[in-house]
């Protein structure tokens, strides 16, 4: 069965900053791996996605995430927060085909970005 | 259309009340999802729909009755809920079961049981 670990339960920085999101997984199986963010009382946003392919995946709002195989690591970075960028950062993993969890997503417990002025 | 509707966005209830959420989406997607969602928690699956059949069940009590009257239409019948229940339900669609499972979220009713 596949699971996800999100190293960070909270992460503070200031404005302009760069950050890491931390995010380890573990599957049998190859996996696609994807990053949710979700602002207070809204449902889960799409950030990036890695299904194969090139490791550096770019997604919305300037935020990029690396696959590591050997490391088992999917961290989400950003050069430089905003204030906007407040919220709560979700991993989460899928299995290819033949996993036991193979039609699932599974998520980490989340890491709450807070972004100080 | 490329999103995820939800109704209600609120809902309050008390554990006699029989009540149902709706999700839709025109996206063609032919696998539906529900999930519960407790605060400062992730998401938790309950329900997955795929091709209007019930594939995946999460052990969720009875008291939650899922329903795919079409490919575009996802309900969750509630009947004598416990406070417990109290939570954010979203509801998810992807294109095709299991492919990639790239899931689209609605912004989720949030149900508060008395």
């Known amino acids: 069965a596949q699971s996800v670990t999100q190293l960070d339960s909270q992460v503070p920085v200031f404005e302009e900053a760069p950050v890491e999101l931390r995010c380890n997984y573990s599957s049998s199986v190859s996996v696609y791996l994807f990053w949710y963010v979700q602002y207070p009382n809204q449902g889960l946003q799409l950030l990036l996605k890695y299904l194969s392919g090139s490791t550096l995946v770019k997604g919305i709002n300037g935020f990029e995430a690396e696959f590591n195989k050997s490391q088992t690591s999917f961290h989400l970075r950003k050069p430089s927060v905003h204030i906007s960028d407040t919220a709560e950062y979700f991993c989460a993993v899928s299995e290819e085909a033949g996993g036991t969890s193979y039609g699932k997503l599974t998520f980490g417990q989340g890491t709450i970005l807070t972004v100080h002025p | 259309d490329t999103e995820v509707t939800q109704t209600p966005k609120h809902l309050v209830m008390g554990m006699t009340n029989k009540k149902s959420l709706k999700c839709e989406q025109h996206m063609g997607h032919r696998a539906m999802y529900w999930y519960k969602q407790k605060a400062k928690k992730p998401p938790e699956l309950m329900f997955v729909y795929s091709y209007e059949k019930l594939s995946i069940n999460e052990s969720v009590p009875s008291r939650f009755s899922p329903e795919c009257p079409n490919s575009s239409l996802l309900n969750l019948h509630l009947h004598a809920l416990q406070p417990e229940d109290s939570a954010l339900y979203l509801c998810?669609?992807?294109?095709?079961?299991?492919?990639?499972?790239?899931?689209?979220f609605g912004p989720g009713t949030r149900l508060t049981v008395l």
């Open positions: 998810a669609s992807s294109s095709r079961p299991g492919l990639n499972n790239e899931q689209f």
